[in-house]
């Protein structure tokens, strides 16, 4: 994930956070579906949806430690 990106979630709100992680949680689900049946194209992917799914848990917690 770049770092505009990264400054671009730091902005939102608690319930924008929440609503995109479990979109995350989603397309990483779909993800390791489509990898147990077929080899992904790009196995890489599930390390960045890995990824951004633990930023996005980080940055929930530093905001519901901040209220």
Not at 21 to 50: D, W
């Amino acid at each position: 994930m770049k770092t505009n990106q990264k400054a671009d979630l730091k902005k939102k709100s608690l319930a924008e956070l929440n609503e995109a992680l479990g979109k995350a949680q989603e397309k990483k689900f779909n993800l390791l579906f489509k990898h147990s049946t077929t080899p992904l194209a790009n196995p890489m992917e599930l390390r960045a949806v890995r990824r951004e799914i633990a930023l996005l848990q980080t940055l929930i917690n530093q905001k519901a430690a901040a209220k």
